[in-house]
Structure formats: structure tokens, C-alpha cells
């Protein structure tokens, strides 16, 4: 790596991969997906430019990890797929979840909004500046059937967690209202990726997991995240120990599903045994069941 690119990535710890990655809409008429400036159904996201290593491998890394998140974790996605321009470059798009296929806009709002937190009152970092379980607490407060979605919650922060996406920030997390019902669910997930692809020096996680000045033995000694702090945050969010454990045990026990997938994915040979290092390695820090007690 370059000296400087490496001092920038050092020093560009709350740059996010969204502030290099434009973002196109598009509508679909026939057969053909046009640029739009209005009534887009669908986003297109080419390859970024920007200080971030190995950008041109953006498209096939969210393309890959949001199947990893549906297909192998059951986590509820944004339709998406990879697509190639007629010059070979690639690209990812994904399909609006906030239109209704009658084209009816629904009400989402992101937990930036919900929270009340904008830059011009809380400063540029404000994206970050928050905790997970000062999420689980919102959604307490505006989903009546919290029980349920704060499980899906905490299966979503774990799958950040140990995909490596550092950028996973209160933007990343939305709730929209289901018109049948009027009640407010959490939206499918969107923007999942291996962030430290990009960044090596990202942490783990882009918000606190937790709200106060709580921290496990282990934190205060390597200030990582292992087993014993998610069993805390799922606790505090109200999930049964079973469930908890059985959400991370499903990560030990798909890896060799999840390196399947990245072995198939459009990934570049190189990057995909980073991506599954850095899956494997995490799986290893937060996956240790058989010492924990998840009483």
C-alpha cells in the first residue's frame, strides 16, 4: 500500500464508502433501465472513486454480502443484483423498497431522522454519534410489535459485526410503515458489505453497542466486541439466551456455506481470501459459545 494512501485511510476513520459512491436512479420502460431524475425505481451504484483500496471490487462485494445475509442468514434484503455496462465495467443495483409495485411511496424514515440527529445539530460525525441499543430503545418506542423486530435487530448488528461492516452507522437502519396495518416494521436490510476490504484500519463497528459506560473484562482489555457483549446486548434487548445463542452458533456452522458463496461471487481471487479471513477471524472472536454463559 502507497505511504499516503495508507496516512489517509489512518486519518479517514468516520469516512464513509457513501461519500465516494454516487448513486444514479433509474426507471424501467420495456425492457430497458433508463437515468431518471424522477419516479426511479431502482438505484444503480457504478464502480466508486475515492482514497479507499480495491474500490473497483465495490459492486461484487455488496452483491455478495447481501446474499450471504438472505440466502444463508435469513436476513430480509433489498432486491438487488450485479450488472455489467457494455464496456465490461460493473456495477450493483437494487430495486426501491420504499415504492409499492402500484408505485405508491412509502413513509421510511432512518434512525438519523428518528433520533432526531442531523449534521446541522449534532456536527459532521453525527451519523455516528449513537449506540445499538439506543436503536433497540426507538424501536421499543415505535414498533408494536418490537419483540419481533428487535430479534431481527440484533441478527442484523451480529451480521455487521462479523462481515466486517464498520459502516453499519444510524442511516444504515430504517423503518417504514406498513400500509396494510399502519403499524411501523423494520425495513429490509440495505448497504451491507465487507467494509475492511476497503479500509483495513475500520473498526469494527460503527456505533457503541451500548448506550452507557458498560463494558465486559474482555472490552476493557482489547477494546473488541467478543461473545460475552453480544450475550449482554441481546439480554438488554429482551431476546431469550437460546435465541441469542442460536444466531451466533448459525455463523460457526455456515462457514463453509458462506465460503461457498464467496468462492462463486465476482469478487477478484485475491479479494475473496480477504473476505473470508476477515469472516473467519471474527467467527472466532465472537463465536465462543462453549465458554459462555448465555444465562
Known amino acids: 500500500m502507497p505511504e499516503f494512501t495508507d496516512m489517509k485511510l489512518r486519518a479517514s476513520s468516520r469516512v464513509s464508502i457513501s461519500g465516494v459512491q454516487i448513486k444514479h436512479p433509474l426507471k424501467l420502460e420495456k425492457t430497458k433501465l433508463l437515468l431518471t431524475e424522477s419516479g426511479g425505481e431502482y438505484i444503480l451504484k457504478p464502480v466508486p472513486h475515492g482514497t479507499f483500496l480495491h474500490l473497483d471490487q465495490a459492486p461484487a462485494n455488496e452483491h455478495l454480502t447481501m446474499q450471504i445475509a438472505k440466502q444463508l442468514f435469513n436476513i430480509e434484503t433489498a432486491q438487488n443484483a450485479s450488472i455489467y455496462f457494455s464496456d465490461g465495467a460493473p456495477a450493483y443495483i437494487t430495486k426501491r423498497f420504499d415504492i409499492s409495485p402500484a408505485g405508491e411511496k412509502y413513509s421510511v424514515e432512518d434512525f438519523a431522522q428518528i433520533a432526531q440527529k442531523s449534521a446541522e445539530s449534532d ?15 426507538l424501536i421499543k418506542r415505535h414498533v408494536a410489535a418490537s419483540a419481533i423486530e428487535l430479534e431481527k435487530f440484533f441478527g442484523l448488528v451480529v451480521f455487521n459485526c462479523i462481515i466486517s461492516n ?17 403499524d411501523y416494521l423494520l425495513t429490509p436490510a440495505y448497504d451491507l458489505l465487507c467494509m475492511r476490504i476497503y479500509s483495513p484500519y475500520e473498526s469494527d463497528m460503527a456505533l457503541d453497542l451500548f448506550k452507557d ?3 465486559s473484562e474482555s472490552y476493557k482489555h482489547g477494546s473488541k466486541y467478543i461473545t460475552e457483549d453480544f450475550l449482554e446486548f441481546g439480554k438488554r434487548l429482551g431476546i431469550k439466551p437460546s435465541r441469542i445463542s442460536g444466531i451466533l452458533k448459525d455463523y460457526a456452522r455456515k462457514e463453509s456455506q458462506v465460503g ?19 469472516f473467519k477471524d471474527k467467527c472466532k472472536r465472537i463465536v465462543q459459545l462453549q465458554n459462555a454463559n448465555p444465562a
Open 123 to 137: 456536527g459532521a460525525d453525527y451519523k455516528y454519534n449513537y449506540s445499538y441499543e439506543g436503536i433497540a430503545d
Open 166 to 182: 464498520g459502516d453499519a452507522h444510524l442511516k444504515n437502519f430504517s423503518l417504514f410503515r406498513n400500509t396494510e396495518y399502519g
Open 213 to 215: 459506560d458498560y463494558e
Open 260 to 278: 461457498g458463496k464467496v468462492t462463486k461471487s465476482f469478487l477478484s481471487p485475491e479479494i475473496k481470501i480477504e473476505y473470508m479471513k476477515h
